[in-house]
């Protein structure tokens, strides 16, 4: 139990160095002024998303295990010896990547899945926090209905951790607002430019960079939007709305119910 809440605090711990080291970094080279209200606005989504996510994850977990369970677990087992640790770990990346890229489009393709993800792009200020801004249901009815690396891969532990851990700069940061340039390199791997113009209030940005990892996804299949150097658009929904805590628990329900379409929301 001792060694449980040592893990659970050092945890905590470089969770917030990271968090602290972010919001510094925000405000040294920030890519656009995010008012205080903006980012409270955010942390207390993150809050309510986080809470009711650990809250409805046993039930998840039961939902994802028995469609692995029917389905079959890890099709595919990849070999992990030697050197062919590397080449199926690349596998694993390219594989994670490409099954993000495809949900992501269907987030913005399917009516009911924009109802919810809708709630992440109303965030009219990008930070590091705004990674974290999603609808709580969202994320737990793709880990309860959608155990695809489960069905398809046998993963061993420290290849997940791995993965979990070097999606974690190009994924979760890539919501920094940090002005970092990349100059012909942009396109190399997901980043604030990139990803901020998928955040975009402009009508030639929408449904454009996807990508989690590798903007040579967004290339490939038509949805890459390269930024200018100078190309850091205002992000939002249009009209602009914003998220109390009533909308972080209701905010799709609310909207289904008015009836507005993507169009309507950004």
Same mark, same amino acid.
């Given at each position: 139990?001792?060694?449980?809440?040592?893990?659970? $605090?050092?945890?905590? @711990?470089? /969770?917030?160095?990271?968090?602290?080291?972010? =919001? %510094?970094?925000?405000?040294?080279?920030?890519? #656009?002024?995010?008012?205080?209200?903006?980012?409270?606005?955010?942390?207390?989504?993150?809050?309510?998303?986080?809470?009711?996510?650990?809250?409805?994850?046993?039930?998840?977990?039961?939902?994802?295990?028995?469609?692995?369970?029917?389905?079959?677990?890890?099709?595919?087992?990849?070999?992990?010896?030697?050197?062919?640790?590397?080449?199926?770990?690349?596998?694993?990346?390219?594989?994670?990547?490409?099954?993000?890229?495809?949900?992501?489009?269907?987030?913005?393709?399917?009516?009911?899945?924009?109802?919810?993800?809708?709630?992440?792009?109303?965030?009219?200020?990008?930070?590091?926090?705004?990674?974290?801004?999603?609808?709580?249901?969202?994320? $737990?009815?793709?880990? @309860?209905? /959608?155990?695809?690396?489960?069905?398809?891969? =046998? %993963?061993?532990?420290?290849?997940?951790?791995? #993965?979990?851990?070097?999606?974690?700069?190009?994924?979760?940061?890539?919501?920094?607002?940090?002005?970092?340039?990349?100059?012909?390199?942009?396109?190399?791997?997901?980043?604030?430019?990139?990803?901020?113009?998928?955040?975009?209030?402009?009508?030639?940005?929408?449904?454009?960079?996807?990508?989690?990892?590798?903007?040579?996804?967004?290339?490939?299949?038509?949805?890459?939007?390269?930024?200018?150097?100078?190309?850091?658009?205002?992000?939002?929904?249009?009209?602009?709305?914003?998220?109390?805590?009533?909308?972080?628990?209701?905010?799709?329900?609310?909207?289904?119910?008015?009836?507005?379409?993507?169009?309507?929301?950004?």
């Amino acid at each position: 139990m001792s060694s449980e809440i040592s893990n659970a $605090v050092f945890c905590a @711990a470089v /969770l917030l160095g990271i968090v602290y080291g972010s =919001r %510094i970094l925000e405000k040294t080279w920030p890519i #656009a002024p995010v008012s205080s209200d903006e980012f409270r606005a955010d942390w207390l989504a993150v809050i309510v998303s986080v809470g009711l996510e650990h809250l409805f994850a046993p039930l998840a977990a039961i939902s994802a295990g028995a469609i692995a369970s029917y389905a079959g677990f890890g099709w595919i087992k990849l070999p992990t010896e030697g050197y062919w640790w590397y080449v199926s770990f690349a596998i694993v990346v390219v594989a994670l990547d490409l099954y993000k890229y495809t949900f992501h489009r269907l987030q913005h393709a399917i009516p009911f899945l924009w109802a919810m993800h809708s709630f992440h792009h109303s965030a009219n200020g990008i930070t590091f926090i705004t990674g974290g801004r999603h609808f709580w249901l969202e994320r $737990v009815l793709s880990d @309860a209905f /959608l155990p695809i690396m489960a069905i398809l891969f =046998r %993963i061993p532990p420290d290849m997940a951790i791995a #993965a979990a851990f070097i999606f974690f700069v190009p994924d979760a940061c890539a919501h920094l607002n940090v002005r970092i340039p990349l100059g012909r390199f942009v396109t190399w791997i997901n980043n604030p430019q990139w990803h901020r113009i998928h955040h975009s209030v402009q009508i030639e940005h929408r449904d454009k960079n996807f990508a989690a990892f590798f903007p040579l996804l967004d290339i490939l299949f038509g949805t890459a939007w390269v930024p200018k150097p100078d190309e850091y658009p205002a992000t939002g929904l249009v009209p602009p709305e914003r998220a109390d805590i009533i909308n972080s628990i209701i905010w799709p329900i609310r909207h289904l119910r008015r009836g507005e379409s993507k169009n309507e929301l950004g």
